[in-house]
């Protein structure tokens, strides 16, 4: 007998990974808009993570159809866990991430590995976004996130705006592997997973940018995780700025104290985190006539005209609303002071 022949599937260009749980009514059209996309040496590892319903069936369906699709069983364990075994099955040198309820338009996978090939220093694009829902109308709130989001398309802008909110939309992001594993992968834990990852992307020195051309339908529901798990309250997100405000390449590494701007509930649960990273808060600066002159847990309030000039402490301009957020950075530029350097907006 001659010696046994094993032959091997080509490694694709791309590993799509796709985590899915209950979602029988949008999968299939999810991974189709994949695989009808213009770049067709792809993979997509789906992850049935627990269904209920017939997902898994309609996603072994898809794989006999397509054999570029393969079937993974999560056990339930969650997204984390979903997209890390995925990622272990993947040996693509480009790994992107995609939803079971969106749809990715046609270039999207072939204009992000075009980006990622034209600049070495990139570790991943996320794309500009066209958010829909069928039921009613998109959220506002969720609007002017994607409207931001889409606006980020340098690296620079991106890393100085790191703080505001998650600078990427997960599922349109594609990545280098080997910066994904760099890192560990996607952490599991009280916090959102995948605003973690582009921060620590950031902190080891990665760059990230959004691509301009909207190349991925995200979809709004009541069901968004954003809106169902606790894990991406407003606090944990808070926690996860104040990790990264402090260590590797955050503006309060150096051991600097720092000032708020901001009193509000955002700016006061920022700085309980901060103390907790070892960061001292020393004034707080407001606008409103009655905070200024008192003092909040033993930190004084002082009004803008008390700053001083930069460099004495780093500002933290931590104002949920998007408008007086603009108007502040305004009148900062203007008195000399320089964003990432001198201040850093973190809501």
């Keep these: 007998m001659g010696a046994a022949v094993y032959t091997t599937m080509p ?3 791309v590993t799509v990974l796709l985590p899915a749980r209950n979602a029988e009514a949008t999968v299939a059209r999810a991974v189709r808009s994949l695989l009808e996309g213009s770049l067709r040496d792809l993979r997509v590892l789906a992850v049935d993570d627990g269904s209920a319903d017939r997902t898994r069936e309609v996603l072994d369906d898809l794989a006999a159809e397509d054999a570029r699709v393969e079937v993974l069983d999560g056990g339930g364990r969650g997204l984390v866990a979903a997209l890390n075994l995925a990622l272990e099955r993947a040996t693509s040198p480009y790994v992107a991430r995609m ?13 992000s590995l075009a980006a990622l090939d034209a600049d070495p220093q990139l570790a991943g694009v996320g794309t500009a976004v066209e958010l829909f829902r069928e039921d009613q109308p998109v959220s506002p709130s969720l609007q002017a996130y994607a409207t931001w989001i889409n606006g980020l398309t340098s690296a620079e802008r991106l890393d100085r705006e790191r703080f505001i909110e998650s600078p990427l939309c997960h599922p349109s992001a594609c990545l280098r592997r080997d910066a994904l594993v760099a890192v560990g992968g996607w952490k599991d834990g009280d916090f959102p997973e995948d605003y973690a990852l582009w921060l620590e992307l950031l902190d080891h020195g990665f760059a990230l940018k959004n691509l301009p051309e909207v190349l991925l339908r995200w979809r709004d529901s009541h069901g968004r995780m954003t809106r169902t798990d606790p894990r991406y309250a407003l606090k944990r997100f808070m926690w996860m700025k104040a990790r990264y405000l402090t260590r590797g390449r955050g503006p309060l ?53 008390e700053l001083g000039p930069p460099g004495r402490s780093h500002l933290l301009v931590c104002v949920g609303v998007r408008w007086a957020r603009a108007e502040i950075r305004e009148d900062l530029l203007s008195w000399g002071w320089v964003e990432g350097r001198d201040f850093t907006c973190a809501a």
């Design 11 to 13: 490694v694709p260009a």
């Design 99 to 111: 939803d079971a309820d969106d749809e990715s338009l046609p270039r999207r996978l072939e204009t």
């Design 253 to 305: 590494a150096d051991g600097r104290p720092c000032t708020v701007w901001g009193a509000g509930p955002s700016g006061k649960t920022l700085t309980s985190f901060l103390h907790e990273a070892g960061a001292r808060v020393e004034r707080y600066v407001e606008v409103h006539p009655r905070k200024i002159g008192t003092q909040i847990h033993g930190i004084p309030v002082v009004a803008p005209q």
